[in-house]
């Protein structure tokens, strides 16, 4: 039986102007997912990978990497934790959502 592994990344999810959580990224087949490392009370954030509408990744506004995830409805902000990971990062979301990501 085989094992795959899943990659996570760490990020910090904006939560309002001065409150961040600080979250776990993992995509797989149908879901991108944000779950809250230490805040129990913080539900986790679970998206269909088609209701995203497009992600932006912003390598020029903070120390950090800017990560914009837009639906219809909602627009999620955060930020890379490991900029070690942020290549990784971007050939997964391109390999995911191709012409609905983008780099700036």
Do not use: Y
Request: overall charge negative.
């Amino acid at each position: 039986m085989a094992m795959t592994l899943k990659k996570a990344w760490k990020i910090k999810l904006k939560e309002g102007f001065f409150k961040t959580v600080d979250c776990e990224l993992t995509l797989d087949e149908t879901l991108l997912i944000m779950t809250p490392l230490e805040d129990h009370h913080h539900p986790s954030v679970e998206l269909e990978i088609s209701e995203i509408v497009e992600i932006t990744m912003n390598r020029k506004v903070h120390n950090n990497t800017e990560i914009e995830i837009r639906t219809n409805q909602f627009i999620f902000v955060a930020q890379l934790l490991d900029p070690m990971f942020e290549e990784a990062l971007i050939l997964e979301f391109h390999g995911v959502f191709q012409s609905r990501f983008q780099v700036i």
